[in-house]
């Protein structure tokens, strides 16, 4: 089992920056899928971003259109915690945001972008992009 915990939400202006982070504990490793998902009230989780890596070494980050150019998915493996910097911020962004671990490794185009594909998830953080 991996227990994933996020923190980092909070209240920002339009155009701001928030970095949230996801750390993981229990049955972790070195190569993990992981990523980013958000829901916003009266709306469905959607995918935000993924990254899968082995060691320090990132492969494949994904991201939802909404975001690229301004998100960006990283992780540290001594602190074994995932980053989702968020730049540019604008109030659409506004949403709980969830990290995502899967069980199975995935690489190029496998990485999934729909829920379904990851099996461990944080208890979310809020995020509210004032205008």
């Known amino acids: 089992q991996v227990q994933l915990v996020e923190s980092g939400g909070g209240l920002v202006q339009a155009g701001g920056s928030l970095r949230l982070s996801c750390a993981a504990s229990?049955?972790?490793?070195?190569?993990?899928?992981m990523g980013w998902f958000r829901q916003a009230p009266g709306r469905e989780r959607e995918f935000v971003a993924a990254?899968?890596?082995?060691?320090?070494?990132?492969?494949?980050?994904i991201y939802a259109d909404s975001v690229k150019g301004r998100f960006t998915i990283s992780r540290d493996l001594a602190k074994d915690t995932m980053y989702l910097q968020m730049n540019s911020l604008k109030p659409e962004d506004t949403a709980e945001y969830y990290c995502?671990?899967?069980?199975?490794?995935?690489?190029?185009?496998?990485?999934?972008?729909?829920?379904?594909?990851?099996?461990?998830w944080g208890q979310g953080t809020q995020v509210t992009v004032s205008s």
């Open positions: 995502a671990a899967a069980r199975t490794y995935y690489t190029g185009i496998s990485l999934p972008r729909n829920s379904g594909g990851y099996d461990y």
């Open positions: 229990g049955r972790t490793s070195s190569s993990y899928t």
């Open positions: 990254a899968s890596w082995s060691g320090v070494r990132t492969y494949d980050a």
